[in-house]
């Protein structure tokens, strides 16, 4: 798992950068909240999974790792993806997209942590 995080990890670093390039050069802000969860829940939040998954390559292999994986590569385009969309055409009936995409997320990351205090020990 630890690798296919990083490597996801990095791909929404580059889309998250150039859509804050973009919001710079346009002085366009609306998007802000999309630039800023594309680089904290898709880079920042991904590459430490990814980290924390190679360091602790037990915790990596487990099902609930597999599933937190899934969880999080799923909830996260349609959570952000809904959002983008919806602030592009306004239509903010799609914000249920939203909440639909979050709740996918935050259950992957309650499964993470679950698997942090089942699968960690002291070294
Ligand atoms: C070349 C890289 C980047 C560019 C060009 C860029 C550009 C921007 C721009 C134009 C804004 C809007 C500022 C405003 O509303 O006044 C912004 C906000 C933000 N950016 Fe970036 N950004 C970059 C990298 C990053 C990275 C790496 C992170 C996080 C790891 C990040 C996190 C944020 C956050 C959290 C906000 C919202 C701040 C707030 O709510 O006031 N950005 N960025
Ligand atoms: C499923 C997980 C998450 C949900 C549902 C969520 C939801 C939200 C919401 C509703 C806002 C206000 C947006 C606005 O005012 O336009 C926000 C802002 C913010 N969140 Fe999150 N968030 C999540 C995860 C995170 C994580 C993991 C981080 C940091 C590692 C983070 C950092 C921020 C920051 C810096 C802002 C202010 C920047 C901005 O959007 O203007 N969020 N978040």
């Known amino acids: 798992m630890g690798i296919r995080f990083i490597k996801i990890a ?22 802000t ?7 904290l829940l ?8 990814g980290l924390i998954y190679s360091v602790y390559k037990r915790a ?3 099902t ?5 994986f899934w969880l999080h590569n799923i909830g996260l385009p349609i959570m952000q993806g809904t959002l983008f969309v919806e602030l592009l055409t306004g ?18 990351v309650l499964l993470f942590v679950l698997n942090l205090f089942l699968s960690l020990k002291e070294v």
């Open 42 to 49: 898709g880079w920042v939040s991904m590459a430490l999974f």
């Open 64 to 68: 609930l790792a597999k599933a937190h």
């Open 33 to 39: 909240s999309v630039h800023a969860h594309l680089n």
């Open 91 to 108: 239509n903010t009936s799609l914000t249920i997209g939203i909440i639909i995409g979050s709740l996918i997320v935050v259950l992957g």
């Open 10 to 31: 990095g791909v929404y670093f580059v889309l998250a950068v150039i859509l804050g390039l973009v919001m710079g050069i346009i002085q366009n802000f609306a998007f």
């Open 60 to 62: 990596g292999e487990t």
